[in-house]
């Protein structure tokens, strides 16, 4: 099941050569998540627009230009992107559209706006239904750790209350996520160091951090002993303090998988794709990734995190990492194939087990972490969100989420990404804006005329709830006037948002091996 098949390739190739440049020397692990509260998240759009703030103000966060030009060099629609994560392939997607690229965060006149971090500001002047904008605002409840948790746990307890029967198709927890508990609640963390009196180990982990920062081990009661010693000594000093208290860092503790499944000696992990293209109905897909490895063999004992955590970010640290680095990544081709060989009748596998009984797990659980926080995340017609998700298996294949990661990293610097990332972009953005344009001329938005390698996982209609939508969501036939061209533009708004790849070659149609749909959900 190929991401990129070799006829996808040369349709891409000229947006690449184009973006490549720009992508190098970006972060290699997932840079989007917010670290502000998810309380604080979930109140963006309530908030005022005229409470303690100044009109026009730039985001904190984003280093502005120190010329901002006045006007741009051409008519709109227009596009602004702050951040390097994918700027360079989304500005190449943009312009080969004909739009152009607008460097003041203060205008409010933009067709897409694509921010790596985010700020109250630019969800202040976001116009539903005439503009699009990367990352639902408060997409925490889905990203962070305890955002996470706390939707799966409420998930649990409502299934308890309710006949299981009649929720057949949602696992239970301990069926692909790893036991964990919050520390910064007082119950939580009692529970956690009652429980952990064996030689067990367990994986500390900040809410709101990526790239494996802040991540460390207990693997033993010493350390848990010491830990908790830690935790008890930094809550006496806050009490003793004068002054504004400041909570200590929020932080889950996760079972950690001590027994994963090995490629040639070394712990991998799989990242996958979960595109909401929509949220006003909600649209998502699932997108197949690639296999993260890490550079050395695994050993469970070992003190080295490089060992344990398979993220770039990490293994950029191992000095092998550099003349490993085009190993530490497989395509999933590669990785089917691998499983083929080496465990296919050992174990008792179907053929193909990746890309059947593995991926449909994968779409599974993706669709049940959704509809755990599906009530909680803000929705608007023009917001949309890619989320990678970090996947695990153990060495009897039993399949474990490990966490979602908004904003995830869009790196091209080795030759698997620089086949997969363009291609997972490019077609997000054709789906978001076939699902957009749809929506304002008030057409049904299935069947999707750009859906390619991506699939879909969930479409949310008036059928699907069994009732009208609320009426927040009750858009109508928006006008899109900020993605209309413009006097004098050469934009392709009136194509297909396919059309874009028909620049420099002639599109050819997809080669996608069919995976598991899930059912719709009703």
Same mark, same amino acid.
């Given at each position: ?6 006829? !996808?390739? @040369? ?5 690449m050569q184009g973006s490549n440049r720009q992508q190098a020397g970006s972060l290699s692990a997932d840079r989007g998540e917010s670290c502000t509260s998810i309380n604080s998240e979930m109140e963006l759009d309530k908030a005022k627009s005229n409470e303690n703030r100044t009109q026009g103000k730039a985001c904190p966060h984003e280093k502005q230009p120190e010329e901002i030009p006045k006007v741009p060099m051409g008519p709109g629609p227009y596009f602004y992107i702050s ?22 965060n203060r205008r409010e006149d933009y067709a897409l706006k694509w921010c790596e971090i985010k700020c109250r500001e630019t969800y202040y002047h976001f116009k539903e239904g005439e503009q699009l904008l990367y990352q639902i605002p408060n997409n925490g409840v889905l990203t962070s750790k305890i955002g996470l948790l706390c939707c799966l746990k409420e998930q649990e307890r409502m299934m308890k209350k309710i006949s299981r029967s009649s929720n057949s198709k949602l696992l ?27 030689? %067990?180990?367990?994986?500390?982990? =900040?809410? #709101? ?19 908790? *010693? ?16 400041? *909570? =200590?860092?929020?932080?889950?503790? %996760? /079972?950690?998988?001590?027994? =994963? ?5 070394? @712990? ?9 293209? #929509? ?18 063999? +695994? ?16 293994? @950029? ?20 194939? +691998? ?25 599974? $659980?993706?669709?049940? #972490? ?16 890619? $989320? ?20 995830? *990293? ?7 990404? !620089?086949?997969?990332? =363009? ?50 969501? /009750? ?34 149609? #997809? ?8 059912? !719709?959900?009703?």
């Amino acid at each position: 099941m190929a991401f990129v098949p070799t006829e !996808r390739k @040369k349709n891409t190739k000229s947006m690449m050569q184009g973006s490549n440049r720009q992508q190098a020397g970006s972060l290699s692990a997932d840079r989007g998540e917010s670290c502000t509260s998810i309380n604080s998240e979930m109140e963006l759009d309530k908030a005022k627009s005229n409470e303690n703030r100044t009109q026009g103000k730039a985001c904190p966060h984003e280093k502005q230009p120190e010329e901002i030009p006045k006007v741009p060099m051409g008519p709109g629609p227009y596009f602004y992107i702050s951040g390097s994560n994918g700027a360079g392939l989304v500005s190449t997607y943009c312009q080969s559209r004909g739009w152009q690229r607008i460097y003041d965060n203060r205008r409010e006149d933009y067709a897409l706006k694509w921010c790596e971090i985010k700020c109250r500001e630019t969800y202040y002047h976001f116009k539903e239904g005439e503009q699009l904008l990367y990352q639902i605002p408060n997409n925490g409840v889905l990203t962070s750790k305890i955002g996470l948790l706390c939707c799966l746990k409420e998930q649990e307890r409502m299934m308890k209350k309710i006949s299981r029967s009649s929720n057949s198709k949602l696992l239970k927890m301990e069926e692909f996520f790893p036991e964990s508990f919050r520390l910064d609640l007082k119950d939580e963390r009692n529970a956690f160091f009652e429980l952990c009196k064996e030689n %067990q180990i367990w994986i500390c982990k =900040p809410s #709101c951090s990526n790239q494996g920062r802040g991540i460390f081990l207990l693997k033993n009661p010493a350390a848990v002993n010491s830990f908790q *010693a830690t935790l008890h000594s930094t809550g006496e000093d806050l009490l003793s303090k004068r002054g504004p208290y400041k *909570a =200590p860092q929020a932080r889950i503790v %996760q /079972r950690y998988i001590h027994q =994963p499944l090995l490629l040639e000696g070394k @712990k991998f992990d799989v990242r996958s794709y979960l595109l909401i293209a #929509c949220t006003a109905p909600y649209v998502l897909l699932f997108a197949q990734g690639y296999v993260r490895l890490t550079c050395v063999n +695994y050993d469970a004992a070992s003190d080295d995190l490089t060992v344990h955590l398979t993220n770039q970010y990490m293994q @950029k640290k191992n000095s092998l990492y550099s003349q490993l680095k085009d190993e530490t990544v497989w395509r999933m081709e590669h990785f089917n194939s +691998y499983v083929n060989e080496k465990f296919r009748k050992t174990n008792g596998l179907p053929k193909d087990w990746v890309f059947t009984v593995f991926t449909k797990r994968m779409q599974q $659980i993706m669709l049940q #972490c959704f509809l755990a926080a599906k009530h909680k995340l803000d929705r608007k017609l023009g917001y949309f969100d890619l $989320i990678g998700c970090d996947f695990l298996i153990d060495e009897n294949f039993k399949v474990w989420l490990l966490e979602m990661n908004a904003n995830p *990293a869009l790196h091209t610097n080795c030759k698997v990404l !620089r086949d997969i990332i =363009p291609t997972l972009v490019y077609e997000s953005l054709d789906l978001v804006l076939e699902v957009f344009n749809k929506r304002l001329k008030g057409q049904s938005v299935l069947p999707l005329q750009t859906l390619c390698h991506f699939v879909l996982l969930y479409h949310e209609d008036a059928a699907d709830l069994g009732q009208e939508q609320p009426s927040k969501l /009750r858009t109508g036939l928006r006008t899109g006037r900020f993605l209309r061209p413009q006097a004098g533009s050469t934009s392709h708004f009136g194509q297909s948002p396919a059309k874009v790849l028909e620049n420099s070659s002639k599109k050819l149609g #997809c080669s996608r091996r069919k995976v598991a749909l899930l059912p !719709r959900k009703n």
